[in-house]
C-alpha cells in the first residue's frame, strides 16, 4: 500500500506500508486459539460424559446399597423377634 501527498512540496515522498507479515503473525495467532478452544471444548464434552456416566453409576449403586441396608435390618429384626418369641409348656399358665 502506498501513500503520497500530491498537494505539499515532499510529494515524491512516499511511505511504504507492508501488512504481509503482520496479517501472517495475526493468522498464526487465530489458528492457535482455534486450536485451543477446540480442544477445551473437546474436553469439557468428554467431561460432561464422564460425569453423566459417574452419575448413573453412583445412583445405581446407591439404590443397590439401599435395598440391602433395608433387607438386613428387616432379617434382623425377624431374626430377633424368633430369638425372644418362646412357647409356653402345656401345663404352665400364660403370664401377665
Not at 507492508?18 to 467431561?47: C, P, T
Not at 445412583?59 to 443397590?64: G, K, L, M, S, Y
Not at 425372644?84 to 401377665?96: H, I, L, M, Q
Request: aromatic residues 16%; proline residues 2%.
Amino acid at each position: 500500500m502506498c501513500f503520497s501527498n500530491f498537494h505539499s512540496r515532499f510529494g515524491i515522498m512516499q511511505a511504504f506500508l507492508n501488512f504481509g507479515q503482520s496479517s501472517i503473525r495475526l493468522q498464526k495467532f487465530v489458528f492457535l486459539m482455534w486450536r485451543h478452544y477446540n480442544y477445551e471444548r473437546m474436553r469439557r464434552g468428554a467431561d460432561l460424559y464422564l460425569l453423566q456416566s459417574n452419575s448413573t453409576y453412583v445412583n445405581i449403586w446407591t439404590a443397590v446399597q439401599s435395598l440391602v441396608i433395608i433387607t438386613a435390618g428387616h432379617l434382623q429384626l425377624c431374626f430377633l423377634k424368633r430369638l425372644f418369641k418362646s412357647k409356653p409348656a402345656e401345663g404352665d399358665k400364660p403370664r401377665c
